[in-house]
Nanobody, 125 residues
Framework: QVQLVESGGGLVQAGGSLRLSCAAS????????MGWYRQAPGKQRELVAL???????NYADSVKGRFTISRDNAKNAVYLQMNSLKPEDTAVYYC???????????????????WGQGTQVTISS
């Protein structure tokens, strides 16, 4: 069973920085893409940043120039460096991974989406 474990959330003042980490573990898999989503109270979950298997990145307009997504393939990990944080960045941040998982019996593979448990990021003004 694949698990995504996140860390790095917290409370910081506006203008500060935080770094989120997420590591995938469990079954045998290959990573197609990993990313970060966030959900603020009363709002829908939205994409923050995405990084593909080839290293291509995509960012929400609201975080471009402030956030940087990166990955460590050897650790099956993805990171989100968040700088110049604003109160409107306050949300629960979720790690997401789109994986190709090898069936335990070795009889094939399947693709699936996995989510972390979420980590709270709070920015005070």
């Amino acid at each position: 069973q694949v698990q995504l474990v996140e860390s790095g959330g917290g409370l910081v003042q506006a203008g500060g920085s935080l770094r989120l980490s997420c590591a995938a573990s469990g079954s045998t898999f290959s990573i197609n893409a990993m990313g970060w989503y966030r959900q603020a109270p009363g709002k829908q979950r939205e994409l923050v940043a995405l990084i593909s298997s080839g290293g291509g990145t995509n960012y929400a307009d609201s975080v471009k120039g402030r956030f940087t997504i990166s990955r460590d393939n050897a650790k099956n990990a993805v990171y989100l460096q968040m700088n110049s944080l604003k109160p409107e960045d306050t949300a629960v941040y979720y790690c997401h991974a789109h994986l190709t998982v090898t069936v335990d019996t070795g009889s094939g593979t399947y693709e699936n989406d996995y989510w972390g448990q979420g980590t709270q990021v709070t920015i005070s003004s």
